[in-house]
């Protein structure tokens, strides 16, 4: 995760120097007026999906993560461009955000059916499903920092933002398709869902970036505080980063 970040704050930094030189160069030049911009047809980033890697940070060895968990978001925004500088915009918006994250040979007890905190067993030596993910669906608004190279056109601007949002949890839920046995054979092709919130904290707060140029960038989010309740379960972090496309 730390490298991940740590490229995605790389790109993030020499990116916005090559843009703030050349807007430094663009200005000295033409010592352009941004009061005087007319802003009525460049796209303002209204509508927003994310496609991404949903991973967690601070995850102990022993919880059994497999294959490319994955996270989509959609959100409506509205932007407010600054009066003195419209480069600059605020935007505020809200959306959902589903996180899946998938497991191998693992039971988890969403239910607390055999404990009172959050268990994740390792079911390798006995029955399990094949394919088994946690489901989290969250009522997210998303607040933002903003800055257009080119406010007037949007489009075909390089667009950078920072930020964070806060969500709700609406649900979550596990789900397990086909059941096997220990050797892998097949004992019954069923799903099984089961439903509860009880040991997840209600509310995400995460910092949030994005780089973009026209309607297409790469973007990140880190969950500061707690996915789990505290004493419930490990104190694992989500981070998800992936692709963005923003426009309208």
């Not at 920072?162 to 397990?176: D, F, N, Q």
């Not at 780089?211 to 989010?221: D, E, L, R």
């Not at 880190?222 to 694992?236: A, E, L, R, T």
């Amino acid at each position: 995760m730390k490298k991940f970040l740590f490229l995605f704050i790389t790109v993030a930094c020499v990116t916005a120097a090559n843009a703030q030189d050349s807007t430094v160069t663009t200005t000295k030049k033409s010592k352009k007026d941004w009061s005087k911009v007319k802003l009525g047809n460049r796209a303002n980033d209204h509508f927003m999906i994310q496609i991404g890697h949903n991973g967690w940070s601070q995850k102990p060895d022993s919880l059994n993560t497999r294959g490319l968990s994955r996270s989509f978001n959609m959100y409506f925004m509205f932007d407010f461009p600054f009066k003195s500088d419209p480069r600059f915009s605020i935007g505020i918006g809200a959306g959902l955000g589903t996180d899946n994250v998938y497991f191998k040979n693992t039971d988890i007890d969403i239910t607390g059916r055999n404990s009172n905190k959050l268990t994740f067993k390792n079911v390798a030596d006995t029955n399990h499903f094949k394919k088994y993910k946690l489901m989290t669906t969250y009522l997210e608004a998303p607040v933002e920092l903003r800055f257009a190279v080119n406010p007037e056109n949007t489009n075909r601007s390089w667009k950078f933002a920072v930020g964070g949002k806060i969500g709700t949890l609406m649900s979550a839920t596990t789900k397990g398709k086909t059941l096997q046995n220990k050797n892998g054979n097949t004992i019954n092709a069923f799903t099984q869902k089961e439903k509860a919130k009880r040991f997840f904290d209600g509310t995400r707060l995460s910092a949030t970036g994005r780089i973009s140029y026209g309607v297409f960038g790469i973007y990140g989010a880190y969950q500061i505080n707690s996915f789990i309740k505290d004493g419930m379960g490990p104190d694992v972090r989500p981070y998800q980063i992936g692709l963005v496309i923003s426009g309208l």
